[in-house]
């Protein structure tokens, strides 16, 4: 039977792992498609991940793959936004189907690829984008398609999570962990996009669009990064119970969806809570399956090209067997479903942890306490650490029942006019899991 012919763009991480993949698993991939597939052209400005690529038509030139009429399945690996969509919508336009790992370029121009490649009969795959090699939006698109998504979330960008695992386990602070992550490389030379939580934002849209059949909606997303956890903050969580995590949660509300990124205090006892290093898991609570759990690799070579791979066997299949695969997000574009708005992050509801700095002496809780009680807001736990030898001020930790978080900042901004608090308060939400 005729090969699939696949392209791939760009050698990088991810496009050498695909390779090698390809390459070193040919015979079991044929026997799970019914066809062998071919590594037929590759578009790089070099090869320094050194595969061997001596036999195989090489560009410098990528849109020379997309323009390849030997070319089934296009591979975008180059990463980026602008010249990536132009690529694709190139590959869309002549015919080709195309598998990406590239989370920006889908929740940023899904919309416009995904009609784009309907319009022409083609495929957009995109497995890889969340979660690295987790399957989970297979998971959510076809293995709890039968359920109503109650809300998911996840730690879904490994290098918040070494970060966070690393100042919790050794003491350490943020900035030098940090410097320890780029040595390593977990983390990039500018790592903005992973601690201020964009990356993980991105991911979050993709989901959950899937999840709750919403347009992709990614600059309606709340995001806050990681970069003013302490130690501190870390400590005084664990002795109350709970660990800290950066996480995209996205939950269906009454008045819209949440769509947000931020650190949280999740209970210590649930199994996310004890997800350290680089591993991204991410928990789904649907009403027929109740709470399902993914973890596994969320970046890396091949641990990327499995999902990838994956993507490019599901369009040989269908190719084979003259079928269309499942819906881009899951949901038909010909049905009109409701669109929910986004929640403007004022109008959530949470529980919080608040770290406040106060003079020591009498008065100062009954003043704290009075201000939480105008606004009613319920406290479930609050200590005061002794102050420090030589130290003006001792830390008064709060542990808050749910309260609309437009609420909750205005307590703050009155807290903080008192004489004897130091600003700012550290505030972080609490996520029960449940």
């Known amino acids: 039977m005729k090969p699939v012919n696949v392209g791939i763009c760009g050698l990088g991480t991810v496009g050498s792992g695909t390779f090698n993949v390809l390459s070193r698993n040919h015979d079991m991939i044929a026997a799970h498609t019914g066809r062998p597939i071919s590594i037929a052209h590759i578009g790089a400005r070099s090869n320094p ?32 936004c602008d010249t990536a969509r132009e690529l694709v919508l190139t590959a869309i336009e002549q015919g080709k189907h195309v598998v990406t790992a590239n989370k920006a370029l889908i929740a940023e121009h899904g919309s416009t690829l995904f009609t784009a490649a309907k319009e022409r009969g083609v495929v957009i795959a995109y497995e890889a984008s969340v979660g690295g090699g987790i399957p989970i939006i297979k998971c959510l698109r076809e293995g709890l398609s039968g359920n109503r998504i109650n809300w998911l979330a996840g730690i879904i960008n490994g290098t918040g999570n070494y970060i966070l695992s690393e100042m919790g386990d050794k003491n350490r602070s943020f900035n030098e962990v940090l410097e320890e992550a780029q040595a ?90 004890n997800i350290n290093g680089v591993l991204n898991t991410i928990v789904v609570d649907a009403d027929a399956v109740g709470q399902t759990m993914y973890t596994g690799a969320g970046a890396g070579s091949e641990p990327t090209a499995s999902s990838v791979v994956a993507d490019i066997i599901d369009i040989a299949r269908s190719l084979s ?71 003006v001020y001792a830390d008064i930790v709060i542990l808050t029942q749910q309260v609309q978080e437009s609420v909750i900042n205005k307590a703050i901004r009155d807290i903080e006019q008192l004489s004897d608090i130091a600003s700012p308060i550290t505030r972080i939400r609490i996520e029960p899991m449940v």
């Open 184 to 273: 390593l490389g977990f983390a990039e030379a500018d790592p903005t996009l992973d601690i201020e939580g964009t990356d993980a934002c991105h991911k979050l849209t993709i989901m959950a669009s899937i999840a709750f059949g919403i347009p992709l909606q990614f600059h309606k997303a709340y995001t806050e990064g990681i970069g003013k956890i302490t130690p501190t903050d870390i400590q005084y969580a664990e002795e109350l119970g709970y660990r800290i995590k950066h996480l995209g949660i996205a939950r269906q509300q009454a008045k819209g969806i949440e769509l947000r990124v931020n650190p949280a205090l999740i209970p210590a006892n649930q199994p996310i809570a």
């Open 321 to 391: 067997s003259n079928t269309h695969p499942v819906f881009s997000l899951g949901w038909s574009p010909d049905i009109t479903y409701s669109s929910p708005s986004i929640l403007p992050i004022n109008e959530i509801k949470s529980g919080y942890y608040l770290r406040l700095q106060a003079e020591d002496h009498p008065g100062v809780m009954n003043a704290i306490t009075h201000i939480l009680s105008l606004n009613n807001i319920n406290i479930n736990a609050m200590t005061q650490k002794a102050s420090r030898k030589n130290e």
């Open 49 to 80: 991940y050194l595969c061997n690529t001596r036999e195989i038509k090489f560009s410098e030139d990528i849109f020379q793959v997309a323009y390849d009429p030997d070319i089934d399945i296009l591979v975008e690996s180059i990463g980026g």
